[in-house]
């Protein structure tokens, strides 16, 4: 298995969706066997994930178009029914070497979400659950990749190339590509391909969320304030504390595993949690993401609001651009077009916001019709009044917070658009 490539560029263990984890020694990379790595932390994803299906679909795309200088819709569909499917769901494929000397390798897990339908081929058919995204994946890769495709067969070196499915923890790379090879020197050297650490998104806006038990210290890091004592100040605190103990009662392993609650039941314990957090629209949630706008917009009009700003676009991005994470392109499958935010282009973003002005606005939104209206936090330019992006809060049925970051329509600006063909 090729782990060197995905170690040297600094993945944490935790990166391979595999039941296990990586171990180094003596310079020699290893799997370990980890029961609480790989499929099972995916036990929550919706049976039949598009955004699953989409990562699995896009490996298979890069890994095609390299090795075969092209690639098609029905060639991934092929691929994915015929070669993927007998390997599920630890998949390995290494083919190579070819004329010149090159070998290609895919490798990626196969979510147990996606198992029953990911390879019927009937869900690629007019009207079937994944029917457009073969095409879709299959111009953008072409239109994108196609160039470095070329580099890789033209050149004089013998090249191995490496396409995975990853899901590094905390970060947004979703399929990675590298290439591994002998230098001038005689040196190994192995590199991320351009804009192929990608952060894949089909019509989803997030880029990055504040979540866990430690969401509250994770608003104070990404937003430069004493998270801490807003929290205590507004109840927030002691609320968390109070519904730890429900929220145990209903989590994934307890109501699907070990089945000591019905869900039903789980409902009614959901409710309490519900009514402690969020009381009728009044509750300690709502007051801290409040508080937290406030002081925010303090900081931003007052003499410490360069400062903050600085502050708030560093984190705020997150791990999307942080040091470390590398080349990170975000493409977006989205209805008529797809988009491509690529690091370049981030950094632009970036730039903007550092010399900009910003405002904070609390807000009650319903992230969609029907749903129940939550709290958020939305950040605009005060020049034209866009939204940059805004931290929106919700809670799921198994009690697990959530505080997502998502963009903004000032995120548009900097996309590339590509329409699909007809």
């Known amino acids: 298995m090729r782990l060197k490539e995905l170690a040297k560029l600094g993945f944490h263990p935790s990166v391979l969706r595999y039941p296990y984890r990586v171990k180094t020694k ?37 890994f095609l ?71 879709r994946v299959a111009q953008a890769t072409t239109t994108e990749f196609t160039k470095q495709a070329n580099f890789i067969h033209d050149n004089k070196r013998e090249d191995a190339v490496n396409f995975a499915v990853v899901g590094a923890k905390g970060g947004k790379i979703d399929v990675t590509g590298t290439v591994q090879y002998i230098d001038a020197q005689g040196k190994e050297q192995t590199e991320p391909l351009k804009d192929m650490q990608i952060s894949l998104k089909v019509g989803s806006a997030q880029f990055d969320q504040l979540t866990g038990k430690e969401m ?69 949630m709502y007051k801290f993401y409040r508080s937290v706008a406030n002081t925010l917009n303090t900081k931003l009009s007052g003499k410490e609001g360069e400062k903050a700003e600085r502050k708030i676009v560093a984190d705020a991005l997150g791990n999307v651009i942080k040091k470390g994470v590398g080349q990170v392109s975000m493409l977006e499958y989205q209805k008529n077009a797809y988009t491509v935010l690529n690091q370049t282009a981030l950094n632009k973003l970036v730039n903007l916001m550092k ?28 020049k034209d009044n866009q939204m940059f992006f805004h931290v929106r809060n919700y809670m799921n049925q198994y009690a697990v917070l959530r505080n997502t970051l998502e963009q903004g329509k000032k995120f548009s600006q900097f996309k590339r658009v590509v329409k699909y063909n007809k």
């Open 65 to 135: 178009l390299f090795r075969d200088q092209s690639v098609t819709a029905e060639g991934i569909i092929d691929y994915v029914v015929g070669q993927v499917a007998p390997r599920s769901p630890n998949v390995e494929i290494v083919e190579g070497p070819n004329a010149k000397g090159d070998t290609f390798t895919l490798m990626f897990p196969v979510p147990a979400s996606v198992q029953g339908t990911v390879f019927d081929k009937k869900n690629y058919e007019e009207g079937g659950m994944y029917a457009d995204l073969p095409g």
């Open 355 to 382: 010399t900009t002005d910003l405002r904070a606005e609390y807000a009650v939104k319903p992230a969609k019709e029907g749903a129940v209206a939550r709290p958020r936090i939305e950040f605009y330019d005060t």
């Open 26 to 62: 003596n310079g020699k990379v290893k799997l370990v066997h980890d029961p609480s790595k790989g499929l099972g932390k995916l036990s929550e994803a919706p049976i039949g994930s598009r955004g699953d299906v989409s990562e699995i679909l896009q490996a298979v795309a890069l």
């Open 216 to 284: 509250v210290a994770k608003f104070g890091t990404a937003f430069g304030i004493d998270t801490g004592a807003i929290a205590k100040q507004t109840g927030l605190t002691q609320a968390l504390a109070k519904i730890e103990p429900l929220a145990l009662k209903i989590t994934d392993r307890q109501i699907k595993k070990i089945k000591s609650i019905s869900r039903a039941d789980a409902d009614k314990v959901l409710a309490q949690i519900e009514q402690i957090l969020y009381g009728q629209g009044k509750g300690p």
